[in-house]
């Protein structure tokens, strides 16, 4: 069961983790992290590769303290990610913002960032529950609908483990910060909300007849599910 935030240890800002510019929009409540992540859905891994860096664009999912990656045995990133420290950033953008200047000009957002050193998960079950958390994260409720995985696949996969102890989250909300000099400026000022929506289902070209579109997809659309033909 996934701890609850107020349970668990506040975010506490390390020389890698502390924020150095508009520190005011930094957050060290626990709840924030958890509400980032849970509402993500890729996450950029950041490991040092043959020794120069690199930004890779993964699926993961969260339990608790513990943030969960996987990928083939044979990925060199993942590899990377076990012998040297790694960082996870995951980004919600919520608006652009306008201003009357074009310094001023910025973003809405939500972002957080993770460091620490990824261990590779072996125990057989702390491994399915890892998988799980991965696809539960991108698709609730898939986990007990379809086929589990085999002891070859298991076998091809590495599964990491990432402590969220050290992790930093800063947001920006709100209206365009102009200076007062530019306020009498006839350019339009506001702020362009940016969201993301689940569309209308589209099945697979060869899924067989009479299987309708499962309650733990439709649920998740924000358009209306045509019916199933």
């Avoid at 990377?80 to 996870?88: C, K, P, Q």
């Avoid at 399915?128 to 958390?133: K, T």
């Avoid at 379809?146 to 590495?158: G, H, M, N, Q």
Wanted: proline fraction near 7%; include cysteine; charged fraction near 20%.
């Amino acid at each position: 069961m996934t701890e609850s935030a107020s349970a668990r240890t506040p975010l506490s800002p390390t020389s890698r983790s502390a924020l150095t510019r508009y520190r005011d929009r930094a957050a060290t409540d626990r709840a924030a992290l958890d509400a980032i992540l849970d509402a993500g859905l890729v996450c950029h891994l950041g490991v040092l590769l043959h020794g120069a860096p690199v930004v890779l664009p993964t699926t993961y999912g969260r339990d608790g303290d513990t943030l969960y990656l996987h990928g083939s045995t044979g990925a060199g990133n993942l590899r990377a990610a076990l012998a040297a420290g790694v960082s996870v950033a995951v980004t919600h953008l919520d608006g652009i913002v306008y201003a009357r200047s074009a310094m001023h000009f910025s973003m809405n957002y939500r972002s957080a960032v993770i460091h620490g050193r990824a261990v590779e998960v072996t125990d057989h079950e702390e491994r399915l529950h890892g998988l799980r958390a991965v696809v539960e994260h991108a698709a609730p409720g898939s986990w007990d609908h379809v086929r589990p995985p085999t002891k070859k696949e298991l076998a091809a996969t590495t599964v990491l483990a990432l402590d969220l102890t050290e992790a930093s989250v800063k947001t920006r909300s709100g209206h365009p910060s102009d200076d007062a000099e530019d306020m009498t400026s006839q350019a339009w000022a506001g702020v362009l909300p940016v969201r993301q929506i689940f569309d209308a289902p589209i099945p697979s070209h060869d899924l067989a007849p009479g299987i309708d579109i499962p309650a733990h997809v439709s649920s998740r659309v924000d358009a209306p599910v045509p019916a199933t033909p």
